[in-house]
């Protein structure tokens, strides 16, 4: 039997079914979630140490060894009893410690007061995130400034309407030397509905994202570019209630899109320089 009459009999080989670009998109997609979860977890892990102090949990559950808060790494942010209006113009200077400082200060003052103008009713609770630790009073937002990748970092969980799920805030240079930590204003993928790059009133550069990494999981992301180029702001609106990995809470974040979007340009466009 011959080559020839071995196509005749086999035939032409049916079309295949598997979506082969779609794969590709949603692997990206699972791999770009996940980075983000990784820094998430360390962002969170050094609230933890710096808010309450973190543990290491052994195989049977309990604290085996409690990690002393640092103290040169990291700046916490100082409590405020209420908000009071963001100062127009502000100018972000975090080489000292005094700058920082402020920077954590106004950024948390912002932050609230965009909330109450764009989501009114929304309210700051506590959010667990390590098993163990103390429990943080109501509020506000946990907001500190890590050194070594000059970022500043938040997370608070929120409720509004009868519903609550989490919420992040990075800070973060997006300008770089060689050698320096940074990670640019995000890029959308080709292709992917439901990432958009547009101008904020004042030209900045604004990118808003969803991200669906499976099960009932559904996060909202805004990254901005602020004013001299040299930062950019990242919130993020989650469903779940608590630290990565915990299960969806609702079917949708407790901030819409819009309401997320508004927000970041908000606080984005008080900064000067």
């Not at 295949?16 to 794969?23: K, M, Q, Y």
């Not at 997006?174 to 990670?183: L, N």
């Not at 608590?242 to 927000?263: E, N, Y």
């Given at each position: 039997m011959?080559?020839?009459?071995?196509d005749?009999?086999?035939?032409?080989?049916?079309?295949?079914?598997?979506?082969?670009p779609?794969?590709?998109r949603r692997?990206?997609r699972?791999?770009?979630v996940?980075?983000?979860?990784?820094g998430?977890?360390?962002?969170?892990a050094v609230?933890?140490?710096i808010?309450?102090?973190?543990?290491?949990?052994?195989?049977s559950g309990?604290?085996?060894?409690?990690?002393?808060?640092?103290?040169?790494?990291?700046?916490?942010?100082?409590?405020?009893p209420?908000?009071?209006p963001?100062?127009?113009g502000?100018?972000l200077?975090?080489?000292t410690r005094a700058?920082?400082?402020?920077?954590?200060?106004?950024?948390?003052?912002?932050?609230?007061?965009?909330?109450v103008?764009?989501a009114?009713?929304?309210k700051w609770?506590?959010?667990?995130?390590?098993?163990g630790?103390?429990?943080?009073?109501?509020g506000?937002?946990?907001?500190?400034?890590?050194?070594?990748?000059?970022?500043?970092?938040?997370?608070?969980?929120?409720?509004?309407?009868?519903?609550k799920g989490?919420?992040?805030l990075?800070?973060?240079?997006?300008?770089?030397?060689?050698?320096?930590?940074?990670q640019?204003?995000?890029?959308?993928?080709?292709?992917?509905?439901?990432?958009?790059?547009?101008?904020?009133?004042s030209?900045?550069?604004i990118?808003?994202?969803?991200?669906?990494?499976?099960?009932?999981?559904?996060?909202?992301?805004?990254?901005?570019?602020?004013p001299?180029?040299?930062?950019?702001?990242?919130?993020?609106?989650?469903?779940?209630?608590?630290?990565?990995?915990?299960?969806?809470v609702?079917?949708?974040?407790v901030?819409?899109?819009?309401?997320l979007?508004?927000?970041?340009?908000?606080?984005?466009?008080q900064?000067?320089?």
């Amino acid at each position: 039997m011959n080559q020839e009459t071995l196509d005749q009999l086999i035939g032409i080989a049916p079309p295949s079914t598997v979506d082969v670009p779609g794969v590709i998109r949603r692997t990206r997609r699972r791999r770009r979630v996940r980075r983000a979860l990784a820094g998430g977890s360390t962002a969170t892990a050094v609230v933890a140490a710096i808010a309450v102090g973190a543990a290491l949990i052994n195989g049977s559950g309990r604290p085996s060894e409690v990690i002393p808060p640092p103290v040169a790494a990291s700046v916490p942010a100082p409590p405020s009893p209420s908000v009071s209006p963001p100062p127009a113009g502000f100018v972000l200077d975090t080489s000292t410690r005094a700058g920082q400082e402020r920077a954590l200060d106004w950024l948390r003052t912002a932050l609230e007061e965009a909330a109450v103008k764009h989501a009114p009713g929304t309210k700051w609770i506590y959010m667990p995130d390590v098993p163990g630790e103390s429990r943080t009073p109501d509020g506000r937002p946990i907001l500190l400034y890590t050194v070594a990748d000059d970022t500043l970092r938040g997370r608070s969980g929120i409720t509004r309407d009868g519903r609550k799920g989490g919420f992040y805030l990075r800070l973060r240079p997006i300008d770089c030397a060689a050698g320096e930590p940074c990670q640019p204003l995000y890029e959308c993928e080709r292709g992917v509905s439901d990432c958009q790059t547009d101008t904020t009133p004042s030209g900045l550069t604004i990118v808003r994202y969803v991200d669906r990494p499976g099960g009932k999981w559904l996060f909202y992301d805004v990254d901005v570019e602020l004013p001299g180029g040299r930062y950019a702001l990242n919130l993020s609106a989650v469903n779940y209630f608590g630290g990565d990995g915990s299960p969806a809470v609702a079917p949708a974040p407790v901030f819409t899109r819009a309401q997320l979007a508004a927000i970041a340009t908000t606080i984005a466009e008080q900064v000067t320089g």
